[in-house]
């Protein structure tokens, strides 16, 4: 496909286009783990490749270990509670295991077949956003949190980091990775709970901290804190404290550097805010069945591709240097959501509940596929033809020495 037909459909013209030339990516990942440990670990996979093998197409063989999860959890643990057999837990570890060790290699790859392109940065950060919500289903079942409102959270909370990871590297030019970070000590720990699972059963998560540890006096109602609600705290907390607040700073450090305004930035994140606030006040209403009924599978397999939608646009911006993207059709029916599903039934008009909102999950699930393999098919055909590269094949192969 021409980079004119891109324009025709997604405004990717010539201009933006040639902003790739002066792509360079840039990184700082502060994590001792990654630094003294894993590294000699991923050099090592690295080096097991074979020359012939594409970068991207490690990240999407990657991907694929973590849809095998999903399809697991399908088959074992449909209700996302359990028990399952315990080899279930410990395929999600070795699943999401794999997935990290791709995407950390991938880059590596590219560097040795001197194919690094801005669509490996694009496809890689592309993939990790499409894995936000299912990696976090998979964690969901590890815990047996069932289609629950904690369900719900663990599913969808790393989209939160992910899209204010993603507004951070659009505003500095760089991928930013703390001392503790997601990709890193995050997965480790997550694998870490889905190898407990296997050990003790998903029913361990049910017990309070008192059952493990003998409180002070003063204390006790702490013990009766079940360890599942202990999760969700670390996890709020890490996101409030140690991940927001240094890509706020980071961004407007960068603003401050180019003698550019801060506060107008922070519009960029209202319609992402206001279609997450969209989406739980449709899932907290009293009328809504998607989480009674066990529907939080498909739920997560839609936002998966609402936000792979909303993260690879501002990606894509990034690395054309152009306007940052604001908006995504596939916001508008988690904005109608709230109203067919809360406000409407608050005023008697129930004829949306219940087998109607099924429908409408699907239908929306359907719209986000079709429309992101659409945008992401110009996209990809779009970047290939103006570099001269091919999306799954290095088109000149590297000889192994």
Request: glycine letters at 6%.
């Amino acid at each position: 496909m021409s980079a004119a037909s891109g324009k025709k459909a997604e405004l990717i013209d010539s201009s933006s286009l040639a902003n790739l030339r002066l792509y360079r990516y840039s990184s700082v990942d502060k994590s001792p783990i990654s630094n003294y440990i894993l590294r000699y670990y991923w050099n090592f996979i690295a080096e097991l490749m074979p020359l012939w093998l594409a970068p991207n197409l490690i990240t999407l063989l990657g991907f694929f270990c973590i849809y095998i999860n999903i399809v697991t959890i399908i088959v074992y643990i449909p209700d996302l509670v359990g028990p399952a057999p315990s080899w279930v837990y410990f395929s999600f570890a070795l699943g999401l295991w794999t997935y990290s060790t791709m995407d950390n290699v991938d880059g590596k790859q590219a560097r040795r077949t001197g194919s690094s392109s801005p669509l490996g940065e694009l496809f890689d950060h592309g993939i990790d956003s499409l894995n936000c919500t299912l990696g976090g289903l998979v964690e969901c079942a590890c815990m047996g949190l069932g289609s629950s409102g904690p369900g719900a959270f663990c599913t969808l909370i790393s989209c939160l980091a992910m899209f204010t990871s993603t507004w951070e590297t659009y505003h500095t030019h760089t991928l930013y990775l703390g001392y503790f970070n997601g990709p890193t000590e995050g997965l480790i720990i997550a694998c870490i709970l889905m190898l407990i699972s296997g050990i003790c059963g998903p029913e361990i998560w049910r017990q309070t901290l008192g059952d493990f540890v003998s409180l002070p006096e003063g204390f006790e109602k702490t013990g009766y804190t079940l360890l599942v609600d202990i999760f969700i705290y670390v996890v709020s907390a890490a996101f409030l404290i140690f991940h927001l607040p240094f890509c706020i700073w980071n961004v407007y450090k960068a603003r401050r550097t180019k003698n550019l305004p801060f506060l107008p930035v922070l519009l960029e994140c209202v319609p992402f805010t206001l279609s997450g606030l969209s989406l739980g006040l449709w899932l907290q209403s009293d009328f809504s069945v998607i989480l009674l009924e066990n529907h939080l599978i498909l739920l997560a397999l839609t936002i998966s591709f609402v936000f792979g939608r909303v993260t690879t646009k501002i990606i894509l911006a990034h690395l054309t240097l152009s306007p940052f993207p604001y908006w995504t059709i596939l916001y508008v029916p988690l904005f109608i959501a709230p109203f067919l599903f809360w406000i409407f039934p608050i005023m008697g008009l129930t004829i949306f509940t219940g087998k109607f909102e099924v429908y409408y999950l699907q239908a929306y699930f359907v719209f986000s596929v079709v429309y992101f393999f659409r945008w992401a098919t110009i996209v990809i055909n779009a970047l290939c033809d103006f570099l001269g590269i091919n999306c799954f094949t290095i088109k000149k192969p590297v000889k192994s020495h």
